[in-house]
């Protein structure tokens, strides 16, 4: 089984930062593309960042210049540092990856969720 795991959320006041962290673990072989999503209720979840094995990014244009997008590859381990943060960030955060398991079956896997809380 894989699992990814999201840790640093929490609740923040307007302009500041937090940094969200995933880790993967599990029957893992290689880890493609990770990123972040996040999904407000009654709304499909969104695309804010993703990020290639190589280090290749790209972003929501609603957080191009203030979220950065990070991998681990030794760690299997995904950072999302959000700064300059706005209460329309607010939103349930979600680690997902494209993985290649160890008895070749590839996967799309998600974390559990954390809740990022912009307040005015």
């Known amino acids: 089984q894989v699992r990814l795991v999201e840790s640093g959320g929490g609740l923040v006041q307007a302009g500041g930062s937090l940094r969200l962290s995933c880790t993967a673990s599990g029957s893992i072989y290689r880890i493609n593309f990770m990123g972040w999503y996040r999904q407000a209720p009654g709304k499909q979840r969104d695309m804010v960042a993703t990020?290639?094995?190589?280090?290749?990014?790209n972003y929501a244009d609603s957080v191009k210049g203030r979220f950065f997008i990070s991998r681990d590859n030794i760690e299997n381990t995904v950072y999302l540092q959000m700064n300059s943060l706005k209460p329309e960030d607010t939103d349930v955060y979600y680690c997902?990856?494209?993985?290649?398991?160890?008895?070749?079956?590839?996967?799309?896997?998600w974390g559990q969720g954390t809740q990022v809380t912009v307040s005015s």
């Open positions: 990020i290639s094995s190589g280090g290749s990014a």
């Open positions: 997902g990856a494209n993985i290649l398991t160890l008895d070749w079956s590839r996967r799309d896997s």
